[in-house]
Nanobody
Framework: QVRVAESGGGSVQPVGSLRLSCVAS????????MGWFRQAPGNEREGVAT????????YYADSVKGRFTIHQDNAKNTVYLQMNSLKPEDTAMYFC??????????????????????WGQGTQVTVSD
């Protein structure tokens, strides 16, 4: 079993910045794809950013393009989400996910892979005055 752990959430004022970190750990595990999702109260979970860890190709939700950046440290099975120019509507629980090599969706679309992957407990991000 792969353990996924997020950190770095907190409270920040609008236009502020936060950096989230996520580590996926298990013996012999190497992530192919990792990403961040978020869920605000009353809303469905939505994808924020995903990255193919070998190559670094990243994808972003339209709502965060130009403000958020996802990058990885492959040696540590770690991804980071740098969040700048934060808005109140970015307030949510942020979850990290790592893909599952045993999943039928492995090797396909990253976002689909992650939905069947390993998930962390989440870290809260609150943006308010």
């Amino acid at each position: 079993q792969v353990r996924v752990a997020e950190s770095g959430g907190g409270s920040v004022q609008p236009v502020g910045s936060l950096r989230l970190s996520c580590v996926a750990s298990a013996l012999y595990y190497s992530a192919n794809c990792m990403g961040w999702f978020r869920q605000a109260p009353g809303n469905e979970r939505e994808g924020v950013a995903t990255i193919y860890t070998h190559g670094g190709t990243a994808y972003y939700a339209d709502s965060v393009k130009g403000r958020f950046t996802i990058h990885q440290d492959n040696a540590k099975n770690t991804v980071y989400l740098q969040m700048n120019s934060l808005k109140p509507e970015d307030t949510a629980m942020y979850f990290c996910a790592a893909d599952n090599p045993q999943s039928p969706t492995y090797g396909g679309n990253c976002s689909k892979e992650l939905k069947a992957g390993f998930w962390g407990q989440g870290t809260q991000v609150t943006v308010s005055d």
